[in-house]
T-cell receptor, first 109, second 116 residues
Framework: QKEVEQNSGPLSVPEGAIASLNCTYS??????FFWYRQYSGKSPELIMF????GDKEDGRFTAQLNKASQYVSLLIRDSQPSDSATYLC?????????FGTGTSLTVIP | GAVVSQHPSRVICKSGTSVKIECRSL??????MFWYRQFPKQSLMLMAT?????????EQGVEKDKFLINHASLTLSTLTVTSAHPEDSSFYIC????????????FGPGTRLLVL
């Protein structure tokens, strides 16, 4: 079992729709959770992080964490073509840092 | 804040030569730096973790004698690809964190290596 699992996609949504990206993790000791965005040919950039159960909103982005279900998600509201990228989930068990393989998102104009 | 730079951004070299890549944290002290490699259309692969002043910890399957890592200061880590071969051609990305594993990783822009 992989430490962090993501659906590789590709996920396609029309412009203006909500994109939902999901991630599950295996280590219940994980304390920090991150979402990164990676454009083709570029390095990852941090979108947001979440530590506590519940929702955390930042602009059009909302991260959701459910530690009981070992599940973290990222919602992108009012999706734009510029949101088309690969989204990486990262999880932080003690003394470790694991990335998922990423979900490819395409926002169709 | 939290800016990480890498140099060079792109390098082309002949097979058998060595290539050094620098990773610098510009506005914070990086206790821990990470080196990743990414092949086209594949996910990030962690190569090694380095802490300032100590030897790097390499992931399984990564040759420490081929990929030399030096974390000489709290703002600089270097990766040297020794005796590079075409199969070493890849996108090398560093990241840095001000703390330990519990802190957010901030990524450099990456270095694209092409070995002819």
């Amino acid at each position: 079992q992989k430490e962090v699992e993501q659906n590789s996609g590709p996920l396609s949504v029309p412009e203006g729709a909500i994109a939902s990206l999901n991630c599950t993790y295996s280590d219940r000791g994980s304390q920090s959770f991150f979402w990164y965005r990676q454009y083709s040919g570029k390095s990852p950039e941090l979108i947001m992080f979440i530590y506590s159960n519940g929702d955390k909103e930042d602009g059009r982005f909302t991260a959701q964490l459910n530690k009981a279900s070992q599940y973290v998600s990222l919602l992108i509201r009012d999706s734009q073509p510029s949101d088309s990228a690969t989204y990486l989930c990262a999880v932080n068990p003690p003394n470790q840092f694991y990335f998922g393989t990423g979900t490819s998102l395409t926002v169709i104009p | 804040g939290a800016v990480v730079s890498q140099h060079p951004s792109r390098v082309i070299c002949k097979s058998g030569t060595s290539v050094k890549i620098e990773c610098r944290s510009l506005d914070f002290q990086a206790t821990t730096m990470f080196w990743y490699r990414q092949f086209p259309k594949q996910s990030l692969m962690l190569m090694a973790t380095s802490n300032e002043g100590s030897k790097a910890t390499y992931e399984q399957g990564v040759e420490k004698d081929k990929f030399l890592i030096n974390h000489a200061s709290l703002t600089l880590s270097t990766l040297t690809v020794t005796s590079a071969h075409p199969e070493d051609s890849s996108f090398y990305i560093c990241s840095a964190t001000p703390g330990t594993f519990q802190e957010t990783q901030y990524f450099g822009p990456g270095t694209r290596l092409l070995v002819l």
